[in-house]
């Protein structure tokens, strides 16, 4: 399996789903080796699994570890810089830093100098970086006993296809988003191309919602027949955590929003949403968790608006503030211009918020208890906010209904229609 987030590598639902999965996969008996390019180091303390401590490896192999939980799940990293849902501008930021911090390991010198272009394993673009993974994937593949490849996501597919072809083993590609969610219109070419390919390569993919496979049968030209629905799921959690002091007063009301700060995510229709509700109710707090390119133009735009003291800005949240922050929230808002699954809701629903998501989304083909909008419609989302916030019995039945609903979304389920697919294009190898 190669993906580029898992805990505690993690910077959004990706690693959270490529968690989840594994974690049934290993309940079911599959034994997986999980290939992670390697990117700026998390403390371990922060992951909810307990990782043991790694041990190095020949042949370009940084780590690899296995948890006391996970006792089927390998996962082994590759040295790389590359991380999910960055710009161009933010990629080649983050090499730079790489390459400084480990030239001042190395000196124990620090230096403003920029050394971008005196260290070969770490020069280039995104798109040499991408074909570099892959060609260290293929050496450790060549190191391991597997019967298919599973990959995750464009910046794996081809590794994806190039451990395919060099094993022999068939190939299978999990689309947790395209390039059109992430851009709209205006895709990055090469993205798309390494995108088409991949789907094209594979003898199997599996989409995460049917928003998904249209768009991958309507975009790439892919047969129907070669596209399998998996929803995601959610791992049921315990109970809340207390809030520590984030700025809030007890008497208001939050509205969250929390996700990526990009296009993608339309953090500037949750503002004008937010916008509108505070011109008739004044005790409403708008909390927006998370990061994202877009980060800067939404502090601003919630200036312009003259809202920017009811707006907080928490920044990227992980483990027990992500659940803090539940706690408190009164309603969870997530107003996607392309959203191919979204688990968020899933997480907001599994510690009792109700929800309120953009009918352009894969998990509005899922939940039925939850409030839908067009995400272009602030009026509306606007309307069903207020709705919520003024009127109790409202937000209780959501959250009853949305509780219970959500406990049918279950990894164990997507797990078992994994295998059924690996089942399928092994039996299909056989018959070539």
Not at 76 to 88: C, E, V
Not at 194 to 218: C, F, P, Q, W
Request: proline share 3%; hydrophobic share 40%; with cysteine.
């Amino acid at each position: 399996m190669l993906g580029w987030e898992f805990p505690p590598f993690i910077s959004g639902g990706l690693g959270t789903a490529c968690y989840g999965l594994t974690k049934a996969m290993n309940k079911l008996g599959l034994e997986v080796t999980f290939v992670l390019p390697r990117m700026v180091r998390a403390e371990k303390t922060t992951s909810h699994i307990n990782l043991r401590t790694p041990a190095d490896i020949k042949g370009g192999v940084i780590e690899e570890w296995v948890t006391d939980e996970l006792k089927n799940i390998k996962v082994r990293t590759i040295d790389s810089p590359l991380q999910p849902y960055g710009t161009a501008e933010s990629y080649q930021e983050q090499i730079e830093e790489l390459i400084r911090s480990k030239k001042q390991r190395l000196t124990g010198v620090t230096s403003s100098v920029d050394h971008s272009q005196d260290n070969g394993h770490y020069a280039g673009d995104m798109y040499a970086e991408v074909h570099r993974y892959a060609a260290a994937a293929v050496k450790l593949s060549q190191q391991e006993n597997f019967d298919v490849v599973h990959a995750h996501d464009w910046m794996t597919y081809s590794a994806g296809i190039a451990v395919a072809a060099v094993s022999g083993k068939p190939l299978v590609i999990h689309v947790h988003s395209t390039e059109f969610d992430r851009s709209g219109e205006h895709v990055n070419q090469m993205i798309y191309n390494i995108e088409r390919a991949g789907m094209h390569t594979a003898d199997k993919i599996i989409a995460v919602s049917y928003l998904t496979k249209n768009i991958i049968l309507s975009r790439y030209g892919i047969s129907g027949d070669k596209v399998e629905v998996v929803y995601n799921g959610i791992e049921r959690s315990g109970t809340g955590l207390g809030l520590g002091k984030i700025g809030i007063d007890k008497d208001e009301k939050i509205v969250l929003f929390l996700g990526r700060i990009t296009m993608q995510k339309g953090p500037e229709y949750f503002l004008g949403a937010a916008k509108k509700v505070l011109d008739v109710m004044d005790n409403v707090r708008f909390v927006m968790a998370g990061s994202g390119d877009m980060m800067k133009r939404t502090i601003e735009l919630a200036a312009q608006l003259g809202i920017g003291g009811k707006v907080l800005f928490t920044g990227f949240l992980r483990g027990e503030d992500v659940r803090k922050v539940y706690e408190r929230a009164d309603l969870y808002v997530m107003p996607s211009v392309s959203e191919p699954f979204g688990i968020a809701p899933l997480e907001a629903l599994n510690n009792d918020v109700p929800v309120l998501i953009s009918k352009q989304s894969g998990v509005s083909e899922v939940l039925t208890h939850v409030l839908k909008a067009d995400f272009w419609d602030v009026n509306e989302i606007a309307n069903k906010i207020v709705a919520v916030l003024k009127y109790p019995p409202l937000q209780m039945t959501l959250k009853e209904h949305g509780n219970y609903e959500v406990r049918k979304l279950k990894w164990e389920d997507a797990a078992e229609k994994c295998k059924q697919v690996y089942l399928q294009v092994l039996e299909q190898a056989v018959c070539v």
